[in-house]
């Protein structure tokens, strides 16, 4: 099964920081990860997939970059709206799984 | 705009079924380019794949539940439906459903369910 490890756990950061947040797969996974932000209670929502392709809707100041292994989450200019978590997730292979969140909280 | 939404009983059984349906509006399960599947999130944690299913009947589940994991399609109703036998505290999670979006670059969870917080007790 391949893991995914996400860094930081958690962050805090200022409305208008730019925020990077990792994820590392246990084996090469191409480029066939997507990431996600998650508020309380709310379901995930679909921000970036293919690695780097940035989800309709979405806002311009997310982006994704990396491919085989190592691969990052950036936001350019956190927005209040942005506080939340963001948690990665690769489909290169069955099981598809999840990194383990990272948590973007107001400093 | 599609829309998915959960349902069943909150409660369950140490030991007995949990059951859930997810029906979808919006659009067709039919679709030949999206599975449709389950994921939970236990308590305070992570998030959990259990498995998902093509309305040709083509199914993949998390091994670590394949066991216990039935996942159904019903086009005719445009839902979809998760079945784990014999539950124990540790199934007590909110449960998503939610279309998995077949593309050339990633198969990824593009449309989600509100979530359904199933507790397993006595």
């Known amino acids: 099964d391949i893991q995914l490890t996400q860094s930081p756990s958690s962050v805090s950061a200022s409305v208008g920081d730019r925020v990077t947040i990792t994820c590392r797969a246990s084996?090469?996974?191409?480029?066939?990860l997507a990431w996600y932000q998650q508020k309380p209670g709310k379901a995930p929502k679909l921000l970036i997939y293919?690695?780097?392709s940035l989800e309709s809707g979405v806002p311009s100041r997310f982006s994704g970059s990396g491919s085989g292994t190592d691969f990052t989450l950036t936001i350019s200019s956190l927005q209040p709206e942005d506080f939340a978590t963001y948690y990665c997730?690769?489909?290169?292979?069955?099981?598809?799984?999840f990194g383990g969140g990272t948590k973007v909280e107001i400093k | 705009q599609l829309q998915l939404q959960e349902s069943g009983p909150g409660l369950v059984r140490p030991s007995e079924t949990l059951s859930l349906t997810c029906a979808v509006s919006?659009?067709?399960?039919?679709?030949?380019?999206?599975?449709w599947g389950w994921i939970r999130q236990s308590p305070g944690k992570g998030l959990e794949w259990i498995g998902s299913?093509?309305?040709?009947?083509?199914?993949h589940n998390n091994p670590s539940l394949q066991s216990r994991v039935t996942i159904s399609i019903d086009t005719s109703k445009n839902q979809f439906s998760l079945k784990l036998s014999s539950v124990t505290a540790t199934d007590t999670a909110v449960y998503y459903c939610?279309?998995?979006?077949?593309?050339?670059?990633?198969?990824?969870?593009?449309?989600w369910g509100q979530g359904a917080l199933v507790t397993v007790s006595s």
């Open positions: 939610a279309r998995r979006r077949i593309g050339i670059f990633g198969n990824e969870f593009d449309y």
């Open positions: 919006g659009g067709s399960t039919s679709n030949n380019d999206n599975y």
């Open positions: 299913m093509s309305h040709s009947g083509h199914a």
């Open positions: 084996q090469d996974i191409n480029t066939w």
């Open positions: 293919a690695a780097t």
């Open positions: 997730q690769q489909s290169n292979n069955f099981p598809l799984s």
